[in-house]
């Protein structure tokens, strides 16, 4: 895709020339370089590569934690790198849903209150929140581990609580940084399983950071990323 080529209105992302330049001088260090990239609603997309390639740096530019150096970034249709700080905390909140390798559960709260957090830091009343949890949780398998606190809870359960804390506020776009690393086997395949029924959805867009090929088969496409650019897009059946 050359990086002249206009932006895409109807796609959930739209990169044009990204680049990305950490440090200055002689510790400057180049973790994108040149990136285009759409990604339609309705799929999960895969970065898959090397560590230090690239893919967490181009991740958090699509969800509007980390400003590109360069570049063009449309995300659910507004243009993150003309808006301001406040606007992209507003964005975040409203339309982002993050899932990351480590759970980052709060120990003190239950399941529920944990998966009610987004909705609690959006203004919802109590009650309200803690009922939608969990009509989440219940939709994840943990219907009847409501008030348990993450300590009691096994791994694979306790990402099935952060799922639902991703997808408690219906958010259009859904990162997800190495979902399954800490999980095994058994585990991860319920995970992504997971992310494919209940995530996946007409009016979202999924993105997958993963080094675990495991995951693979649950992506709608892979992109393969080194260097800080993008070597292609295939689609799962591509990569059995």
Request: proline fraction near 6%; include cysteine; hydrophobic fraction near 40%.
């Amino acid at each position: 895709m050359p990086a002249s080529a206009p932006p895409n209105t109807t796609a959930a992302i739209t990169l044009r020339g990204v680049t990305k330049e950490f440090g200055r001088g002689e510790s400057r260090t180049r973790a994108l370089r040149g990136v285009d990239l759409d990604i339609p609603y309705g799929e999960l997309l895969m970065l898959v590569g090397p560590s230090g390639c690239g893919k967490t740096t181009l991740v958090s530019i699509m969800a509007g934690t980390l400003e590109p150096t360069a570049g063009t970034v449309r995300s659910l249709g507004h243009d993150l790198t003309t808006m301001t700080n406040g606007r992209k905390v507003r964005f975040r909140r409203d339309h982002v849903g993050f899932i990351f390798q480590a759970t980052n559960l709060l120990p003190a709260l239950s399941a529920v209150e944990n998966a009610a957090v987004p909705l609690l830091i959006a203004g919802w009343q109590r009650q309200r929140a803690l009922l939608a949890a969990a009509a989440m949780l219940d939709r994840l398998g943990l219907g009847d581990r409501l008030t348990s606190l993450p300590s009691e809870l096994s791994g694979g359960q306790q990402q099935r609580v952060t799922i639902a804390r991703a997808l408690v506020h219906e958010p259009r776009l859904l990162v997800c940084d190495e979902p399954t690393s800490a999980l095994d086997a058994e585990n991860g395949r319920i995970t992504m399983e997971l992310i494919r029924q209940v995530a996946v959805q007409p009016d979202r867009a999924v993105v997958v950071v993963t080094h675990d090929p495991r995951a693979y088969p649950f992506a709608d496409r892979i992109a393969t990323m080194e260097d800080g650019r993008i070597e292609s897009v295939t689609t799962a059946v591509d990569q059995a």
